[in-house]
């Protein structure tokens, strides 16, 4: 029993180790969607308003049709900047289009020691300039008319602003050639929060067309190194349907050309996503069409030789509001429209989710998420210490019994072959444990309960942006990313070791020695884990240890009383 819970533990992780490269495949959507969220083709209607649009852009208003012959556009080039104390965004008013987002409380990868400066993080990608497609240009179906919608000089209503928390206004980009196309495109922000208001009018030879945004290529610009380091490195599209109740995502490398792309229907948002950071666009609820596709560009690499690089895009129709920041749980949850669940908690949601609340919790009590994360598996370890005492015990009881088990295998030696001497031992077996009140099960429960709390804990440190960048102590600058010196997975295996050698075994000498090998084994398979989880591994080992230590006394004082009672 105890071999095969082991090596069931130790192909568990094996398998999280193996997790990181293969992470969550995309559902495919054409299969996934059911027939009233099928990929379609037609258009929503252009009626049709979301409520972040009438909650932010106040009272509807009209536009007027295009007058032939009556142009609106701007003489010269310029940017404005809407800065808050989240974000400093630039838009520009050739294509009114958005050129920088920054996040100020999120900042660039580490920096070495030869180089201190830290930038604020951007998530407007550095590609857009060599696509010339810019985050919220318009597509269109005429090519000609797109280049227009895109390349104009917009006439702007507002200038730079600079909110405050409580602090909200308008930015408004108008443009039309006075014949075949007329857009406007109104911006409403607040100071409190990274979303914003959309209301996107488009009239295309005098009549209303239905405006589909765009958001691309990609999102933010990370580094190579970034991407390495990272447990997960997923990035494209993701599209939430209420009426699944679930996120359906398509990473880049399942995206396909534009012409091939499946269009999603009956969307409440849409978004593209990295692992920490998302583009969320509200739809009209329950009506919402979007899509992702691929443009592929022929670009000369430095040595002559001529490469085609993708860039991916994301095109939303209508969209009422955007949300353009990291996948922070209490923002997304204050947001609604049930974009929390942009966090990808995966098959362990219930729990990293929970585990994640927790560990806010006491973040909050003491500013080190180092911290928070041994206070929690301490509050687990205790929690689980009258379960974990049980099973101990039994398993001590089991070790006491086994010359008595040796000497039924030995009486039944032809077990295996004899289909009716394994019923008789089996059940000689069963009334032995019985006699002596124990459950041959009870000693893998507490390690088959905690298996969904290291998953928990696992996609909780995976995707949790709060993690990102937040150091523990000394050299530990990063919970989200590898302990860089292997400290702490080192110390995680000799403790490991130490608790293995406390804990009685049931298991013949042969075994024994095989499993001295498992804490060098899990070592090296921690090597490359988040410090985070590491750290909350190492942690309970020690836990473990100290409850050991005190479990073993506990039993050898009552071997004792036992042992006065019965000479009595």
């Known amino acids: 029993m105890e071999k095969r819970l082991i090596l069931a533990i130790f192909l568990s992780f094996l398998v999280l180790f193996l997790y990181q490269l293969i992470f969550i495949k995309p559902h495919r959507p054409a ?15 252009a009626e049709s308003e979301s409520p972040e649009a009438k909650a932010t852009a106040g009272e509807k208003e ?13 003489e010269e ?6 800065e808050t104390p989240l974000y400093r965004a630039v838009w520009s008013n050739r294509g009114g289009v958005l050129i920088s ?3 100020k409380n999120h900042l660039k990868k580490l920096p070495d020691r030869k180089n201190p400066a830290r930038e604020p993080l951007d998530l407007v990608p550095e590609d857009a300039s060599r696509t010339g497609l810019y985050p919220l240009a318009l597509k269109l179906e005429d090519d000609n008319l797109m280049e227009k919608a895109n ?3 917009y006439r702007v209503e507002g200038g730079d602003l600079k909110l405050g928390p409580d602090g909200s206004a308008s930015l408004v980009f108008e443009y039309s050639d006075g014949n075949n196309i007329k857009v406007r495109k109104q911006l409403t922000f607040n100071g409190l929060e990274y979303n914003f208001g959309i209301k996107v009018d488009l009239q295309v030879g005098g009549k209303e067309a239905e405006p589909v945004l765009l958001w691309g290529p990609g999102i933010g610009t990370p580094g190579p190194e970034e991407l390495k380091e990272r447990f997960s490195a997923a990035r494209g599209a993701a599209f939430f349907s209420s009426r699944e109740g679930k996120v359906f995502r398509l990473q880049e490398k399942k995206i396909t050309p534009e012409k091939e792309a499946s269009r999603y229907e009956g969307l409440d948002w849409a978004a593209y996503e990295e692992n920490y950071f998302a583009a969320i666009f509200l739809l ?18 430095p040595d002559g030789k001529t490469t085609v690089v993708p860039y991916f895009y994301l095109a939303v129709s209508r969209p ?24 990808n908690f995966g098959f362990s949601g219930g729990i990293a989710e ?4 927790a560990t806010r919790y006491f973040y909050g009590l003491i500013p080190n998420w180092g911290v928070a994360i041994i206070i929690m598996t301490l509050i687990i370890k205790i929690l689980f210490f009258p379960l974990t005492y049980s099973s101990t015990r039994s398993m001590a009881r089991m070790a006491e019994l086994q010359p008595k088990i040796k000497a039924l295998r030995a009486k039944y030696k032809r077990a295996k072959q004899d289909l009716e001497q394994r019923r008789q031992m089996n059940e000689e077996l069963m009334r032995l444990y019985k006699e002596h009140g124990i459950n041959p099960a009870s000693g893998c429960l507490p390690l088959l309960i905690q298996l969904p709390i290291f998953w928990g804990f696992f996609r909780m440190l995976v995707v949790a942006v709060e993690f990102r960048h937040s150091p523990f102590i000394f050299w530990i600058k990063d919970l989200s990313v590898r302990d860089p010196y292997y400290v702490t997975p080192i110390l995680m295996g000799v403790t490991q070791f130490i608790s293995q050698k406390m804990t009685p075994s049931t298991s013949d000498p042969a075994q024994q020695k095989m499993m001295m090998l498992m804490p060098f084994i899990f070592t090296i398979l921690f090597m490359n884990f988040q410090a985070g989880l590491v750290l909350y591994w190492l942690t309970n080992n020690v836990l473990q240890i100290a409850q050991q230590a005190i479990m073993n006394k506990m039993m050898a004082r009552k071997r004792e009383s036992d042992g006065k009672r019965r000479k009595k």
């Open 77 to 82: 080039e310029q940017t404005i900047t809407v």
């Open 320 to 343: 009422g509001g955007a949300y353009i920041g990291p996948k922070e749980y209490s923002r997304l949850k204050a947001y609604g429209h049930s974009t929390k669940k942009i966090i």
């Open 101 to 103: 987002w920054q996040l």
């Open 284 to 301: 009209e609820k329950a009506q919402g069409q979007a899509f992702a596709f691929k443009q592929e560009i022929s670009e000369q690499r």
């Open 62 to 74: 009209k536009t007027e049709p295009a007058i032939s012959g009556q142009e609106v556009a701007a």
């Open 151 to 153: 390349r104009s000089l």
């Open 354 to 357: 929970l585990l994640l609340l």
């Open 31 to 45: 299969e996934s969607l059911p027939p009233e969220t099928a990929v379609v083709e037609k258009s929503v209607s």
